[in-house]
């Protein structure tokens, strides 16, 4: 990795995600509740794939937006390290109607930390020991992890509009939230007093978010959005320091999130010129490994990884080809079109997968062209949240991202992708 790291890694962006109609669609309600990947990116879980703080300059700003002018939010921010997905940091944000929060991730003489001087964010072990941690300067540290570089993921967990702020029962300062900025202090205990309540009210579908991948020293710069789940539906009250899984205190199940994320093949651009630096990344936001106490690992929760793939380290097995522009092989006479070599089968080990191309010695790469990676052959079968039905789907659950460092700057791709077949069957019929 740190090989990767002086030699440009730059990396990063996010893509889309896998969805379909018949992966919304409940039968036994027929309603439409499944988590979906929103397509007007607005939603109440959102994934940022990668951040890096390397060392040698490279910092990342996130944000996390309201949407809503109505609403206020507290949501969990979970960052994760990526080799093993080990939490590094949790904390909640607290945004009152159209407000934006943001943090930068860097590194300060070898150790990560983040950095905000925004007042919607507070850390504590439960939600009324905040006040006095603004600006946040907190370092990250997982002896069994990595640091430099890894995931985040947001959980909006709980929603309350203006009127119903406005009831004395919630609103401790007695201040008139009918219009513009709400005091944070009166959303936090807000939050607090109604945790308890039965049932639990979570989080809506109204938060967007990117991330800015950053080297300020050159001036090099590039944004992307996050990925950004719709329909999750929070249904258990969060708590810092109290970790934060996909598919669990939820109306959607680990399986049928990683639906959501599937997909068959992906295809992404690339350069290998030698004036050009190109990473592509291959994140696993569900892999989610459990360690022991020595750091070894002793198994994953995401369902994909428990059917597809074997320990010790439930590595992901996946197809490639490298195409040039005119279909063309340059290597071998006898080869008339890319690719060249034919698909070769290879392992992503990690929860945060980075490549450069033209590292590896053993792939040939073109130029310029583009790489096929194919995730084909797999099926998973899990739960849905209610226990009523079975789902299955195809692929794996990856976002895949590419970038690009020349002469222009820095640029981010999103990968193109087939999506995941995904299908459902009752409980009672098996």
């Not at 990595?146 to 909006?156: A, K, R, S, V, W």
Request: with cysteine.
């Amino acid at each position: 990795m740190k090989k990767i790291m002086l030699v440009g890694l730059l990396v990063l962006i996010m893509t889309g995600t896998a969805w379909s109609f018949s992966s919304n669609y409940d039968h036994a309600t027929g309603q439409f509740d499944h988590v979906l990947n929103s397509q007007n990116m607005i939603g109440d879980v959102l994934i940022y794939p990668i951040y890096l703080a390397d060392g040698s300059g490279w910092e990342t700003k996130i944000s996390v937006i309201n949407t809503d002018n109505i609403y206020s939010a507290v949501a969990k921010v979970v960052i994760r390290g990526g080799k093993y997905s080990q939490e590094l940091f949790d904390f909640f944000i607290y945004l009152s109607p159209d407000d934006m929060w943001t943090a930068t991730i860097y590194n300060d003489n070898g150790q990560v930390k983040i950095f905000s001087d925004d007042d919607s964010v507070r850390t504590g072990s439960s939600p009324d020991t905040f006040g006095d941690t603004v600006p946040l300067d907190v370092a990250f540290s997982d002896p069994c992890d990595e640091n430099t570089y890894g995931y985040i993921e947001i959980f909006n967990s709980w929603t309350m509009n203006r009127a119903a702020m406005a009831n004395t029962d919630w609103n401790t300062l007695g201040a008139d939230v009918s219009a513009g900025p709400i005091d944070k202090q009166i959303i936090l205990d807000a939050y607090k007093l109604t945790q308890t309540l039965s049932p639990y009210v979570g989080g809506r579908d109204i938060l967007t978010g990117s991330y800015e991948v950053k080297l300020p020293s050159l001036g090099l710069s590039a944004m992307e959005n996050a990925v950004v789940l719709e329909d999750y539906d929070i249904t258990d009250a969060l708590y810092p320091f109290n970790e934060t899984f996909f598919g669990q205190g939820a109306r959607n199940s680990m399986a049928e999130t990683e639906a959501v994320l599937a997909k068959d093949t992906v295809y992404m651009p690339y350069y290998d010129d030698g004036m050009n630096v190109t990473a592509h990344v291959f994140t696993f936001p569900t892999k989610l490994t459990q360690l022991d106490t020595d750091c070894d690992m002793v198994d994953v929760l995401g369902e994909f990884f428990l059917d597809n793939c074997s320990s010790p380290d439930w590595a992901v097995q996946y197809g490639i080809k490298a195409f040039n522009l005119e279909e063309e092989s340059i290597d071998d006479p006898d080869y008339i079109f890319s690719p060249y070599p034919e698909e070769q089968t290879r392992e992503f080990p990690e929860e945060v997968n980075i490549s450069v191309v033209g590292l590896d010695s053993t792939m040939n790469f073109y130029d310029e062209g583009w790489a096929w990676f194919s995730f084909q052959g797999f099926s998973t079968t899990g739960l849905t949240e209610e226990g009523a039905e079975f789902i299955t789907f195809s692929g794996a659950p990856v976002i895949p991202l590419s970038a690009n460092l020349g002469a222009d700057g820095l640029s981010l791709k999103y990968g193109a992708y087939d999506p995941a077949e995904i299908s459902y069957e009752y409980a009672t019929q098996r």
